[in-house]
């Protein structure tokens, strides 16, 4: 059973930058994709990015080149760069195991104006 710890969340002015890290406690390298979402209060949980175990990335439009996702498959860490933080994307940030459908408990990101 896979188990996701994120990491990494905090308070930053915008135009700043955090670097979230996901722990799993299984292998990562064997998963197909993991994917970063995101949760604002009042919203729904919405998709932020995804990586493939192939290394294909995806990104919603709200944080194309500015936020990066990335695997460290020796230390079965997922990462999630996010430079030229914006106010709105304070969240709930949540670390997800697409093939076994598992959740981290998420780590809250405050970006202030």
């Known amino acids: 059973q896979v188990q996701l710890v994120e990491s990494g969340g905090g308070l930053v002015q915008a135009g700043g930058s955090l670097r979230l890290s996901c722990s799993a406690s299984?292998?990562?390298?064997?998963?197909?994709?993991m994917a970063w979402h995101r949760q604002a209060p009042g919203k729904q949980r919405v998709l932020v990015a995804s990586?493939?175990?192939?290394?294909?990335?995806y990104y919603a439009d709200s944080v194309k080149g500015r936020f990066t996702i990335s695997t460290d498959n020796a230390k079965n860490t997922v990462y999630l760069q996010m430079n030229s933080l914006k106010p709105e994307d304070t969240a709930v940030y949540y670390c997800?195991?697409?093939?076994?459908?598992?959740w981290g408990p998420g780590t809250q990101v405050t970006v202030s104006a």
């Open positions: 990586i493939s175990r192939l290394g294909y990335t």
């Open positions: 299984g292998i990562i390298a064997s998963m197909n994709v």
């Open positions: 997800l195991s697409v093939d076994t459908s598992t």
